[in-house]
Nanobody, 125 residues
Framework: VQLQASGGGLVQAGGSLRLSCAASGRTFGSYAMGWFRRAPGKEREFVAAISWSGGTTYYADSVKGRFTISRDNAKNTVYLQMNSLKPEDAALYYC???????????????????WGQGTYFTVSS
């Protein structure tokens, strides 16, 4: 599986941004996906995950109610819609594929088999 994340940049606090992650190499609808982030000087952390169909989603408490993960299996793409952005949301965001399961939801990076290269955005206050 190859993953290519995009959509980063500069956004003002309170603004919105949508990240995309295009997948290839394996039937996209056969595995779960997740987003993680790593802020400067901090460890990587779980952000959101989604099941194979998009019917089940999972969120870290820090983004719940502000971020929405979704997927379009016809386009082999997973999205992360981020609203009400805060300066502490600025980070390098990675998409990842968990081919072990169609249900997804793991918060642990080691459960994900494939990773994209990451896309970075910063939030101006």
């Amino acid at each position: 599986v190859q993953l290519q994340a995009s959509g980063g940049g500069l956004v003002q606090a309170g603004g919105s941004l949508r990240l995309s992650c295009a997948a290839s190499g394996r039937t996209f609808g056969s595995y779960a996906m997740g987003w993680f982030r790593r802020a400067p000087g901090k460890e990587r952390e779980f952000v959101a995950a989604i099941s194979w169909s998009g019917g089940t989603t999972y969120y870290a408490d820090s983004v719940k109610g502000r971020f929405t993960i979704s997927r379009d299996n016809a386009k082999n793409t997973v999205y992360l819609q981020m609203n009400s952005l805060k300066p502490e949301d600025a980070a390098l965001y990675y998409c990842a594929a968990d081919i072990r399961t169609i249900f997804g939801g793991s918060w642990y990076g080691h459960d994900y088999n494939y990773w994209g290269q990451g896309t970075y955005f910063t939030v101006s206050s």
